[in-house]
C-alpha cells in the first residue's frame, strides 16, 4: 500500500496493493484511520510504548490501551484482575491503582520468571496490598489451580493475558482461564497487532498465522459463551470510527446466562 500526503491539497491518497485507489480529505475521520494504522506499525518498531511510567513502574503499553481498559474496569469494577505477564510491574500497578481509587478490587499478576528486582519494586510499592504474584508458567496445571485457589468462588473477575504471545500458548491460556471470567466481564487478549506487524522491521513472517488474535478466533470457534465486544465509550465526541489498539480483537466479553 502507497499513503501520499498532500498538506497543500489537504488530500490523502491511498493506492492499494490491488490496484485500488482512494482520494481523501486529510483532516477526513476515513484520513484519520488509514494514517493510525501507519502510525501504529512504525510506532511499534519505534519502541513507542516503551517510555512510559505508571506511578513509578515501567508500563510497556500503548496509552490509549490503558486509557480503554481503565474505563472498562471502572465500569465493570471486577473483584478480582487476573493477569498473565508481570514483566516490570507496571500494569499490576496501573491496575492497583485503579481498585484503590474505585475502593473495590484486587489483582492477581502471573509470570514464568519474576526477576528479583522487579519483586521487591512491587512488593515495596505503596499498593503492593492490593496484588498478589504468582510464579510459573501461566498454563501449567499447578500454578492455574493456585490462581483458582486465590480467587473467591463467588468473586467477580476480570482476566487480562499478555505473557507468551504465540498462537499455541495464548490458546492455551483461553481454555484454562475462561472458566474463570464472570457472566457479562471480559477476558482480554492484548498484542493481537503481530498479525500486521509480519512485514515490518522486526517483524516476523510467522506472526501472519502466529499470533494471540488468530487464538481468539480459534477459541472462539468452540465457545459461543464469548463474542468480540469492544467496550462503547463512557465519552466521545470523536467521529473516528477505528480505535488505536494493540489489541485488535482482544475484547472478549462473556455472555450472561440467559433467564429461564
Not at 498478589?132 to 490462581?147: A, D, F, K, T
Not at 500486521?196 to 488474535?213: K, T
Request: charged fraction near 25%; proline fraction near 5%.
Amino acid at each position: 500500500m502507497k499513503l501520499t500526503i498532500d498538506t497543500r491539497a489537504q488530500t490523502l491518497e491511498i493506492d492499494d496493493d490491488d490496484g485500488a485507489r482512494q482520494l481523501l480529505n486529510l483532516y477526513s475521520a476515513e484520513a484519520f484511520d488509514a494514517l493510525s494504522r501507519q502510525w501504529l506499525r512504525v510506532g511499534w518498531t519505534q519502541k513507542y510504548s516503551y517510555q512510559f511510567s505508571w506511578l513509578g513502574r515501567p508500563v510497556v503499553q500503548l496509552p490509549e490501551d490503558l486509557l480503554k481498559i481503565q474505563e472498562l474496569v471502572y465500569s465493570l469494577a471486577p473483584e478480582v484482575i487476573v493477569e498473565s505477564g508481570v514483566a516490570h510491574g507496571g500494569s499490576l500497578i496501573f491496575f492497583a491503582s485503579i481498585c484503590n481509587a474505585i475502593g473495590k478490587g484486587r489483582v492477581i499478576g502471573v509470570d514464568v520468571s519474576i526477576r528479583p528486582a522487579n519483586r521487591a519494586a512491587i512488593d515495596e510499592h505503596a499498593l503492593s496490598s492490593y496484588i498478589s504474584l504468582v510464579e510459573g508458567s501461566s498454563i501449567e496445571p499447578s500454578v492455574v489451580q493456585r490462581v483458582r485457589q486465590l480467587v473467591g468462588e463467588a468473586e467477580s473477575v476480570m482476566v487480562v493475558l499478555d505473557s507468551n504471545h504465540s498462537r499455541d500458548h495464548v490458546a492455551a491460556e483461553l481454555r484454562a482461564y475462561a472458566p474463570m471470567v464472570t457472566p457479562g466481564g471480559y477476558l482480554i487478549v492484548e498484542d493481537g497487532i503481530m498479525r500486521d506487524l509480519a512485514d515490518v522491521p522486526g517483524g516476523r513472517a510467522a506472526w501472519r498465522e502466529d499470533n494471540p488474535a488468530a487464538a481468539v478466533a480459534d477459541f472462539l470457534r468452540a465457545h459461543d459463551e464469548f463474542s468480540i465486544e469492544r467496550p462503547s465509550s463512557l465519552f466521545t465526541e470523536s467521529t473516528t470510527t477505528q480505535p488505536l489498539t494493540y489489541w485488535p480483537d482482544g475484547w472478549l466479553r462473556k455472555r450472561s446466562p440467559r433467564a429461564e
